[in-house]
C-alpha cells in the first residue's frame, strides 16, 4: 500500500472534530455528511487554485465581455489556473473570512465562480441547499474558519487522491453508523483492490509495456480501483513498469459519492468527463460500442435492482430487451450478476482481449436452481470460458460485512494451460491475514503486500495445493432431473395416466442433481432406486445448471475422536458430578 492508513487518523479525527464542534447543535450525525463532504472536495479544489487567483480573476475580468468562451483560456498555463478547472470569483475560502458580515452572499457568489465541472460536484452534492440552515444557525463563518485551519492538511500535494480516498471512506462510514445505515456500502479495502490488480495486470504485463488501454469500473465508488489500476501500470518501481497511455473510465449512481469520485479525477488531471452518472445498468453513461482492456469492481450485492428492470423494459415472456441481459436474469433483490454480464458485453475482441475482477458474496455462486437466472448465467459465463479463477476472501476485510466474499477473474483470452480450466484459490485461512489492532467498522483483517504476494504466486503458477484447486469447466455443472414416483389408489394400485405411464404423485416428487460428468441412468439406478425402486424420470424435464460449492471443494475431513477418548471424558465428569452431589447431601 502507498500509504500508511494510521497516519491518516488525525486528519480523519479533525474533521469528525470540526462537524462535532460546528454542526452538533444544527445538524443529527448522521446528516454531517451532507456538508462535511463538500467542503472537504471545496478546500482541495480551492488550495490548488489559491496560487494562481490573482492572476485568474484579472483574465477573466479582461476578457469576460470579449470572449463567449474562456474555458480554454482560464485554464491554460500562461493566462489561467493551468488545470482542468477554475474560479472566476475574486475569493478563495481565506478571503472570505475577511467580511463576516457578508459571508453568505460572498461564499454563494464564490461557489458561483466555478468552472462547469466543479458546478456538477457541488450540485450533486445538492451543497447549496445547506447554506440557508448553515446561515441561519450562525455557522457558515465558523465552518469555513475550520476548514482552513493550519491544522487540518488537506492539500493534494500532501494528501494524494489514493489516501483521500481512505479518509472519505472513514468519514462516511462513521456518518452512516451514527444514522444506522449501511457503513462503507461503497468501498472497498484498499489491500482488497491491490490484489486485484495483481490478478487483472500481472497475467498479460508483457503486453502493457507501451500502447493505450482502457479502464473501467461500471460502480466507481471514490474511484479506488481506477486509481490504484492506474499507479500499479505505472510505478517506476512496480511489476510492470509501463510507459502506455491509460484512461479511466467509471460510472456511480450516488450522487454524493460521484461528485467525490469526480472531484477527486479533477484534481488528479484525469478526465472528469470520463466519470458518468447514474445507474449503469439502466442509465449506461457511455456509448455502447466502448469498450474496455480491463474492468474492476465490487458491485452492489443482496441489493435490489427493480427500478432498473422497470427502467429497461421487457419484451416477451418477460425478457429484458437489452442485449447485455438476454442471457438470463438475477432475481429482483440481487443485482450483482448482471453487473457481471454488463462487464463481459463490454470485453474487447482483439488478441489481448479484456480481464476483469469483480468482487461478490457466496449468492453468486450458488443461488438459482438449474434453469433460473442466476444459474443460466454461470452457465453463459462457464460454457463459453469466461472464468479464470475465483479467490475466497478471509472473513471481516470489509467495512459492512462480515460475510464470506470472493474476487471473480474473468477473460476472454485465457491463456493455452487454462483453456477449460477454473482455479479455486482458498485465501480464507490465518496464513493470508493479520487481525487489525483497531477494527473499522466491521472490518478486522487485512492482507499485507506479503500476503497478496503468496495469493499472487498462486494465481501465476496455476499449480494445485492445499490452497488451490484446479477444475475443468464441467465439474461445475450438474443434470437436474425430476424423481416421480406412482401415484395409487386407495388400494395400492398404481394409476396410469394416458399412454400407459404411472401418474405421478406431487407428494412424492422429488429431484436430484446428477454432476455432467456422470451418466443420469447410470446414477438414478445406483443412488435412487435402491431405495426407491418405483422411482423414474423423464429425459425431457432434465434441465441443466451451474453452481461453484466453494466449502465443498476445499472441506478437510475431522475424524471423530475415538470412542474410547470419549468414553473417558465422560466417565470423569460423572466422578466429578458424584463428588460434587455427596458434598450437597453432606452439607
Not at 502493457?208 to 510505478?235: E, W
Not at 484512461?247 to 469526480?262: D, R, V
Not at 435490489?304 to 427502467?311: G, M, N, R
Not at 474410547?564 to 458430578?577: L, V
Amino acid at each position: 500500500m502507498s500509504f500508511n492508513t494510521q497516519s491518516l487518523k488525525p486528519i480523519i479525527n479533525f474533521i469528525w472534530t470540526v462537524a462535532d464542534d460546528v454542526l452538533v447543535n444544527t445538524y443529527q450525525k448522521g446528516k454531517y455528511k451532507d456538508v462535511i463532504l463538500p467542503m472537504v472536495v471545496i478546500r482541495r479544489l480551492d488550495l490548488l487554485l489559491e496560487p494562481t487567483k490573482d492572476k485568474v480573476f484579472a483574465t477573466y475580468t479582461e476578457y469576460k465581455n470579449k470572449l463567449q468562451n474562456l474555458d480554454s483560456l482560464l485554464t491554460n498555463t500562461k493566462h489561467g489556473s493551468g488545470l482542468a478547472f477554475y474560479n472566476t470569483s475574486k475569493f478563495t475560502l481565506k478571503k472570505l473570512l475577511d467580511d463576516p458580515k457578508n459571508i453568505r452572499s460572498n461564499f454563494e457568489y464564490y461557489l458561483n465562480g466555478f468552472s462547469e465541472n466543479v458546478q456538477d460536484i457541488i450540485s450533486k452534492f445538492k451543497f447549496r441547499n445547506e447554506i440557508e440552515t448553515l446561515d441561519d444557525a450562525d455557522i457558515l463563518f465558523s465552518l469555513i474558519e475550520k476548514f482552513v485551519s493550519p491544522k487540518i492538511e488537506l492539500h493534494p500535494d500532501k494528501i494524494q487522491p489514493l489516501a483521500m480516498g481512505y479518509i472519505y471512506e472513514d468519514l462516511v462510514r462513521r456518518f452512516n453508523e451514527e444514522n444506522n445505515e449501511e457503513a462503507g456500502e461503497h468501498f472497498t479495502p484498499r489491500e482488497i483492490i491491490d490484489l486485484m490488480t495483481h490478478l487483472v495486470f500481472l497475467p498479460v504485463k508483457d503486453k502493457l509495456k507501451q500502447g493505450t488501454f482502457l479502464i473501467y469500473d461500471p460502480c466507481v465508488g471514490s474511484g479506488g480501483m481506477l486509481t490504484v489500476s492506474k499507479q500499479f501500470l505505472h510505478n517506476p518501481e512496480g511489476q510492470i513498469k509501463s510507459n502506455a497511455t491509460v484512461h479511466l473510465y467509471g460510472q456511480e449512481s450516488t450522487p454524493f459519492i460521484y461528485a467525490t469520485c469526480k472531484s477527486d479525477m479533477l484534481i488528479k488531471g484525469e478526465d472528469p468527463d470520463k466519470i458518468a452518472y447514474g445507474s449503469t445498468l439502466s442509465q449506461y453513461g457511455f456509448p455502447p460500442e466502448l469498450k474496455f482492456d480491463f474492468m474492476l469492481t465490487n458491485p452492489p450485492y443482496g441489493k435490489t435492482w427493480a427500478p432498473d428492470k422497470k427502467a429497461l423494459g421487457v419484451g416477451p415472456k418477460g425478457a429484458i430487451i437489452d442485449k447485455r441481459f438476454q442471457v438470463g436474469q438475477s432475481r429482483v433483490n440481487d443485482g450483482q450478476l448482471m453487473f457481471v454480464l454488463h462487464m463481459l458485453s463490454k470485453m474487447k475482441d482483439t488478441e489481448m482481449g479484456s480481464r476483469i475482477a469483480s468482487v461478490h458474496n457466496g449468492s453468486a455462486l450458488f443461488t438459482g436452481d438449474a434453469g433460473g437466472g442466476e444459474s443460466e448465467i454461470r452457465k453463459y459465463i462457464i460454457k463459453n470460458d469466461l472464468l479464470e479463477a475465483i479467490i475466497a476472501l478471509p472473513n471481516d476485510m470489509f467495512y459492512n460485512t462480515g460475510i464470506p466474499t470472493y474476487i471473480f477473474v474473468f477473460t476472454n483470452r485465457k491463456s493455452k494451460h487454462r483453456e477449460g480450466k477454473v482455479q479455486l484459490i482458498n485465501a480464507t485461512s490465518e496464513k493470508f491475514y493479520y487481525k487489525m489492532r483497531k477494527p473499522l467498522g466491521k472490518k478486522r483483517v487485512e492482507f499485507s503486500t506479503e500476503h497478496i504476494s503468496v495469493i499472487e504466486k498462486m494465481f501465476i503458477d496455476f499449480e494445485e495445493n492445499e490452497y488451490s484447486k484446479i477444475f475443468d469447466n464441467s465439474d461445475f455443472g450438474y443434470n437436474q432431473i425430476t424423481v416421480h414416483r406412482p401415484e395409487r389408489d386407495e388400494k395400492g394400485k398404481i394409476i396410469y395416466a394416458s399412454k400407459g405411464k404411472p401418474k405421478s404423485d406431487s407428494k412424492l416428487k422429488d429431484t436430484e442433481n446428477i454432476p455432467l460428468k456422470e451418466n443420469i441412468q447410470e446414477f438414478f439406478e445406483r443412488e435412487v432406486l435402491p431405495f426407491a425402486e418405483d422411482a423414474y424420470w423423464d429425459k425431457k424435464e432434465t434441465k441443466v445448471g451451474y453452481e461453484i460449492n466453494f466449502a465443498k471443494y476445499f472441506y478437510i475431513h475431522q475424524p471423530p475422536r475415538p470412542l474410547i477418548a470419549i468414553a473417558k471424558d465422560i466417565f470423569a465428569i460423572e466422578e466429578e458430578t458424584e463428588g460434587l452431589l455427596k458434598e450437597i447431601i453432606e452439607a
